[in-house]
Nanobody, 125 residues
């Protein structure tokens, strides 16, 4: 089992920046990586970014590429999502999730059996 706790959400003006953190605990060695997803009101939960724990491989949704950066600190078992140039379209609840040991596609929700509780990000225009 992997437990995840997100932090760093809040209210920010359009064009501003915010950094989310995801602290992992438990059997993190059984996880291949961590992803960030988001869900806006009335919409499906969508992939944002992902990173492997033990390789320099990152994945981004096209909608955030060039604006968001995912990173990790393995010593702290923490993954970060730096979000720049935020717009109202980025308003959502952001969830971090940990994969299982084997992953076919980091962009798919079903690769992630472990989820955090979510943190609200609101961008005012």
């Amino acid at each position: 089992q992997v437990q995840l706790v997100e932090s760093g959400g809040g209210l920010v003006q359009a064009g501003g920046s915010l950094e989310l953190s995801c602290a992992a605990s438990g059997s993190t060695s059984s996880s291949n990586g961590v992803g960030w997803f988001r869900q806006a009101p009335g919409k499906e939960r969508e992939f944002v970014a992902a990173i492997r724990w033990r390789a320099d491989t990152e994945y981004y949704a096209d909608s955030v590429k060039g604006r968001f950066t995912i990173s990790r600190d393995n010593a702290k078992n923490t993954v970060y999502l730096r979000m720049n140039s935020l717009s109202a379209e980025d308003t959502a609840v952001y969830y971090c999730a940990a994969t299982g040991r084997l992953v076919v596609n980091f962009r798919l929700r079903n690769a992630y059996p472990y989820w955090g509780q979510g943190t609200q990000v609101t961008v005012s225009s």
